[in-house]
């Protein structure tokens, strides 16, 4: 069982560069999520979705597009990277009924330099 | 505004014997979920274990258990007969079911636990 897999697992880029992060998951769930952590913090909500062709802004959306044309795959874009986007960047996923448990992928450690 | 406060930026504890981590929140609501994650040096995060409010029980999960204080707000996390597998970063969180789609939890700053052998 994969579970939530992301890619790459490390990249640096140079301001202004742009990327996109890749999550997949085979759990056949609902709702899907983008974190990110920055040292010594929790996690900060990017974006999450619903459903295929629902998307939706968290905590801190800026600087950030996703998009979710399938059940399974939710990629997070970054365009014109800023140093201030240098952090971890977690994907997750879960079933719909309430309460229940988000399942993480092994994180993307990105800097921006 | 909700938020949750972990006092203890490190502890550590010596292999089988038991500790205690703390977490206190603030909120005005009474329906709501608390949870401890783990985060090992690989970085993935993993559930603990799950307390909903209503239920006045303690939960548990093997050599976990919490101490749940409402009235105090209080939500700390026991591990019992400590192991060397044990040592991470452990994360307090919380959410309510209005966020219940979003999912956006509010998380302590987190505890790193050291185990020594």
């Known amino acids: 069982n994969a579970g939530v897999t992301q890619t790459p697992k490390f990249r640096i880029l140079k301001i202004g560069q742009s990327m996109t992060l890749q999550c997949t998951q085979d759990?056949?769930?609902?709702?899907m999520y983008w974190y990110r952590q920055d040292p010594g913090m929790g996690l900060k909500l990017i974006y999450y979705?619903?459903?295929?062709?629902?998307?939706d802004k968290g905590e801190v959306p800026n600087g950030y597009n996703v998009s979710r044309s399938t059940t399974e795959d939710f990629p997070l874009r970054l365009e014109l990277a800023a140093p201030s986007q240098t952090s971890v960047y977690f994907c997750?996923?879960?079933?719909?009924?309430?309460?229940?448990?988000?399942?993480f992928g092994s994180g993307t450690q990105l800097s921006v330099l | 505004a909700q938020t949750v406060t972990q006092s203890q930026p490190e502890m550590s504890v010596q292999e089988a014997e038991t500790v205690t981590l703390s977490c206190t929140y603030d909120?005005?609501?009474?329906?709501?979920?608390l949870f401890w994650y783990k985060q090992p040096p690989s970085r993935q995060m993993i559930l603990v274990i799950r307390?909903?409010?209503?239920k006045q029980q303690n939960a548990t999960e093997n050599r976990f258990s919490v101490n749940f204080q409402k009235a105090a707000k209080s939500f700390s996390l026991k591990i019992s007969d400590s192991q060397l597998g044990d040592a991470a970063m452990y994360f307090c969180?919380?959410?309510?079911?209005?966020?219940?789609?979003?999912?956006?939890?509010?998380w302590g700053a987190g505890t790193k636990l050291i185990i020594k052998p």
């Open positions: 979705s619903v459903g295929a062709g629902i998307t």
């Open positions: 997750a996923s879960r079933y719909r009924d309430r309460g229940e448990k988000l399942f």
């Open positions: 307390q909903e409010a209503y």
């Open positions: 909120t005005s609501e009474s329906d709501y979920y």
């Open positions: 969180a919380y959410r309510t079911p209005l966020m219940d789609s979003n999912y956006q939890l509010i």
């Open positions: 759990m056949n769930h609902n709702y």
